[in-house]
């Protein structure tokens, strides 16, 4: 059987679900005899190269940047798989959601009690930073996504499960404390 | 001595005191009926809607309608699952349910059912509505966007004459449960902690005592809610 | 402490289950009642604050904030809004100066929505300081507010004079017209005043009463449909202190007048009505839910309830019966539709927000302040006077199997002449067509929102026992213990409303959504289900009715209808109707807006959702095509 190529992101997320992916701890031996790896900050391979089996997703979307390569996923890859709080529901990030981007952005650079330096009241505007959205998204209300595994971050144990299952098209067995949404 | 009466749920035979809503008498009898709203000692109001069972082919509510002999109640279907899980998507789409930062998240009875039926993401688009927090109380903090207003403060936080520190406020989509000022102001830690105690979700929080048991050694992190009962 | 407030709270004894009543007299006294008066009200009423609150905020005719001197409710039902509210709307925010849902800054105007008030026959209509204000036009606005500047007091701003009947009665006084196209049993003039109290009344003992009202199966008119002899032997079974007898007059459904008219023209035979309700149950406390949208009406039944009282209709002996000690007392609402639902009602009766109870305890078993009550709706104690009067069997005459005597429709929307009709049960949809000269029908609305919408495609066949079958239990379940006694029953009659609108009507875009913007308004709020569905599946048909519909979303809807079923009362189960009726009877509408070619999208616009942050941080939007 050939080994199904696998390709991961974080969008607007914190890295921490792909730590949790790496805590599946010497799993990734046998894990490497399954599957190859193609675009992934694991390699750090940054863009496609074949088509691709399952694509992961980390985060939600944020910017304009999230909403490209998320698409890009969706393009290349046969079966999406949200990963994580963020990818599912916007997690933290998503806390701004309700409250205007402006107000945000004032907080963050004008007002806020953290701002100490910005006595010209310099707002980031370099075209080549990505565009923030006026709310950060699922990813399943951007593009179709197949499966959603959750949690902050997903335990180790349900990511192995999910992965092995969709490589080896068995059923996901997903036992009571590996699906957690803390 | 009340009478004892015999009723089936799914099949199985229920003995129970007459009088004896259906979620008590399941519960004697070691079947686990889903409730939110539904509180001990409180009057059932049958506001969640979660422990939705069907009689006679009707919906009604385990937790307001006393079992009676001869009942034949149908709870542990696909069709009423479904709509349990349902409802608990629905709760969490319509609120802001960020569970890695709750308080509660360990604890909290909406997560809990959303582990029990295996949630894994909501068939509804999610709101994010922007509802407010009320800190203004010294000991408690109100966070509306947790709320599903199960009027379970409501019915169990009074003072000694019998004054309600919480009531809903406004109606339909606007409906709210909001702490009564004057007597917040008020309030004695003993109250406050069993507010929170009492609250299925994080939206009160007794100030200053949080996180007190890591997440991990909660009360639903090993155990789905319900197991307790079921035999 | 305010003493104005304490001779309130006194009149009603500081009674917590007076609250309407004690915030009723507040509103009449400033127009809106301040923190100042609840907290006092807290006090002498041994409540808390918040629940003080808890209640004002439910009703919609209640207010914590100043609503001008003037306090202006346009009516925002959908046969209004095809009558030219929008023109309307435009013209009162123009001439009073300020904006829907504000107070204008000389604090004279205030203009609000809200919903259905019962002038469905003659919208666009307002209410102004609690007086009806129909037929409205840019113009007549204009001169309205004109006048309301000059400080012409309201009553004298009635363009048309006062409406026809009674309404131009001197305790009326108002350009409401009464609109009977067609009468039979209850609309009558062969009526005499109270001749059944005085006369055939004393021939029966109350269980010969009840049995002659359950051998003419008649059955509750409010929409349950439930059998009234039954209700009345059920509720005389149950031991009580007191026994109560509530006439519901919260008539709330969208496009729903016909109690208006009874009220207005036949006041006389819902009182004796309710006496005979009352003698047949032994019951000792009357009551009379009105709905706030006819308060113009509140000075004159209470003037004939007093007649009554002068008459020894009611009172001590009362229609001159030993020991039989019956009064009425009429209960102003304040604005909530779910409040017709009866044990909503019970709630309001009792100065609670109006939310519906569980059930069981059905009212009947304990109902208003816990004693065995029965709700009887408006036509059904009407129609009660008529039997004791004529007999079982003559009012077995009229009407088809299992629904028996004549019906009050209020047909509104495109017809030629709206209005109440009153047929008998078996008449068809299409007689109805005729008879209220409707053409071009694309559509019917039968039983306002909660109800059901029909295609003409179905009209041809539809009979009014299977116009009933349309119609899904609402409000009440059946207990167990009522089982063996065959009282369960699945149809509905219709509650009368029927809206009717022709093929200029876009059904989706107009009708449903307005009909989904009333129950995501008029619900408590206590149902997880009916609380957030309405407004989760109206953005949805939104979403299709936008052109990014895709097949799913339809089924989605259908799924997602079937879940609000669980809600507990009629409000509730039905608040998804429009949606779920429509997409049955005019799925074609549905399908041409949704997409052939995709299975997704969900609406999102990178162009439109950076625009704001853009903006914000002063640079262009840039896209790259991949």
Not at chain 1, 3 to 13: D, E, R, V
Not at chain 3, 436 to 448: F, H, L, P, W
Not at chain 3, 489 to 498: E, M, N, R
Request: hydrophobic share 35%; net charge negative.
């Amino acid at each position: 059987m050939s080994k199904k190529i696998i390709a991961t992101t974080s969008l607007a997320g914190c890295f921490g679900c792909h730590m949790s992916f790496l805590d599946i701890d010497e799993r990734i031996l046998k894990l490497v005899e399954l599957v190859e790896f193609d675009k992934s900050p694991i390699n750090d391979i940054k863009v496609f190269t074949r088509p691709v089996d399952i694509g992961i997703i980390e985060g939600g979307c944020c910017n304009s940047e999230n909403i490209e390569v998320l698409k890009s996923f969706r393009e290349n890859c046969k079966v999406l798989v949200s990963l994580g709080e963020c990818a599912i529901m916007g997690g933290l990030p998503a806390l701004r959601n309700g409250i205007p981007i402006e107000e945000c952005l004032r907080e963050a650079y004008l007002d806020g009690p953290t701002v100490s330096e910005n006595k010209e009241q310099v707002l980031p505007n370099d075209p080549e930073l990505p565009m923030l959205l006026d709310k950060v998204f699922p990813c399943h209300e951007i593009v179709k996504v197949d499966y959603f595994l959750p949690g902050c971050a997903p335990d180790a144990d349900l990511i192995w499960n999910a992965l092995v299952a969709l490589v080896t098209g068995n059923e996901m067995e997903l036992p009571y404390e590996v699906v957690k949404f803390d | 001595m009340s009478e004892t009466i015999e009723f089936k749920i799914d099949g199985r035979k229920i003995v129970a005191e007459e009088g004896k809503t259906i979620v008590e008498a399941a519960k004697i009898n070691g079947v686990y009926i889903p409730t939110l709203c539904n509180f001990e000692g409180a009057k059932p109001k049958g506001c969640c809607r979660m422990c939705t069972i069907k009689v006679n082919n009707r919906f009604m509510t385990a937790c307001t309608i006393p079992g009676a002999a001869g009942m034949e109640v149908e709870s542990n279907s696909e069709e009423l699952n479904d709509i349990r899980k349902g409802i608990v998507e629905l709760l969490f789409v319509t609120g802001n349910h960020f569970c890695p930062s709750c308080e509660k998240s360990g604890n909290c009875e909406l997560q809990a059912l959303a582990y029990r039926y295996q949630m894994m993401v909501p068939r509804f688009p999610y709101v994010f509505p922007q509802k407010g927090i009320d800190a203004s109380s010294p000991k408690i903090i109100k966070d509306q966007n947790r709320c599903i207003l199960c009027q379970r403060c409501m019915k169990t936080i009074k003072d000694e004459k019998g004054r309600n520190y919480f009531a809903y406020q406004n109606r339909g989509s606007k409906l709210a449960v909001v702490l009564d000022e004057k007597m917040g102001k008020e309030m004695s830690d003993e109250l406050a902690a069993l507010a929170m105690e009492n609250c299925p979700v994080g939206s009160i929080i007794y100030k200053e005592n949080g996180f007190k048991k890591p997440i991990g050694k909660r009360k639903y992190d090993k155990r789905p809610i319900g197991n307790e009962i079921e035999a | 402490m305010n003493n104005k407030i304490s001779r309130i709270t006194k009149r009603y004894s500081e009674d917590p289950a007076r609250l309407l009543d004690v915030l009723h007299d507040i509103h009449s006294l400033k127009g809106y009642v301040d923190d100042d008066d609840v907290e006092q009200l807290a006090i002498e009423l041994v409540l808390s604050e918040a629940t003080i609150n808890e209640v004002i905020s439910f009703y919609h005719f209640f207010s914590k904030t100043p609503v001008g001197k003037f306090s202006i409710y346009l009516n925002n039902s959908i046969t209004a809004c095809f009558r030219g509210r929008e023109a309307v709307k435009r013209a009162l925010e123009e001439s009073c100066g300020t904006t829907f849902g504000s107070v204008s800054e000389d604090g004279l105007f205030g203009l609000f929505d809200t919903s259905c008030i019962g002038m469905n026959d003659q919208e666009p209509a307002a209410i102004i300081n609690g007086l009806v204000f129909t037929k409205l036009t840019a113009f007549r606005v204009k001169e309205l507010v004109k006048g309301l500047k000059e400080g012409k007091p309201v009553s004298e701003l009635i363009y048309e004079g006062t409406g026809g009947g009674n309404n131009a009665d001197k305790d009326i006084q108002s350009m409401v017209q009464n609109n009977i196209r067609k009468g039979m049993l209850l609309l009558n003039r062969d009526y005499h005043k109270f001749e059944v109290l005085r006369k055939e009344l004393k021939q029966h003992s109350p269980l010969e009463v009840i049995q002659i009202v359950e051998d003419s199966n008649l059955r509750g008119r409010g929409g349950a449909g439930f059998p009234t002899g039954i209700k009345w032997r059920f509720g005389r079974r149950v031991d009580g202190k007191h026994r109560v007898i509530i006439c519901n007059a919260d008539e709330g459904e969208p496009g729903t007048f016909k109690d208006r008219v009874m009220l207005t023209e036949f006041p006389e035979l819902v009182f004796e009505g309710m006496v005979i309700a009352a003698y047949a149950t032994a019951a000792d406390i009357g009551l009379l839910y009105l709905r706030y949208e006819y308060k113009y009406l509140l000075r004159f039944l209470n003037r004939i309830l007093g007649e009554m009282r002068t008459e020894g209709l009611l009172g001590k002996n009362a229609a001159g019966i030993k020991d039989f000690n019956f009064d009425i007392r009429i209960q102003l609402g304040a604005g909530a539709y779910i409040c017709g639902e009866e044990s909503a009602l019970i709630e309001s009766l009792e100065g609670k927000r109006g939310e519906p109870r569980d059930k069981p305890p059905f009212p009947v078993e304990k109902g208003y302040l816990n004693y065995p009550t029965i709700v009887n709706n408006v036509e059904t104690l009407a129609s009660a006077v008529k039997i004791i009067k004529h007999g079982a069997a003559w009012y077995k005459g009229f009407g088809v199997k299992d629904s028996l005597g004549t019906k009050l429709l209020s047909v509104s929307g495109d017809c030629r002449f709206p209005g109440i009709y009153e047929v008998e049960w078996g008449t068809s949809i299409r007689e109805v067509i005729e008879m209220c000269g409707a053409e071009d029908v694309q559509a019917i609305q039968v039983g306002g929102p909660s109800g059901v919408l029909i295609g003409l495609k179905d009209i041809d066949n539809l009979g009014a026992s299977n116009l009933m079958k349309w119609y899904k239990p609402s409000g009440m379940m059946v207990a167990q213990k009522f089982y063996d006694r065959k009282l369960s029953y699945s149809d509905l009659p219709t509650g009368g409303s029927i809206i009717i609108f022709d093929k200029r009507r876009d059904l989706l875009q107009d009708v449903v959504m307005n009909f989904m913007d009333f129950f995501i308004e008029e619900s408590c709020g206590s149902c997880s289900t009916c609380r957030n569905l309405p407004s989760v599946m109206k953005q949805k048909l939104q979403k299709i009715i936008g052109g990014h519909g895709v097949r799913q979303d339809i089924d989605d809807l259908l799924s997602w209808g079937k879940m609000i079923k669980v809600s507990r009362c009629g409000l509730g189960q039905t608040a998804a109707n429009p949606i779920v009726s429509s997409i049955l009877n005019f799925r074609d509408l549905y399908e041409g807006h949704v997409q052939a070619m995709t299975d997704f999208d969900n609406e999102f616009d990178l162009e439109k959702s950076v625009q704001a942050a853009n903006n914000f941080v002063g640079r262009k939007s840039v896209f790259h095509q991949n």
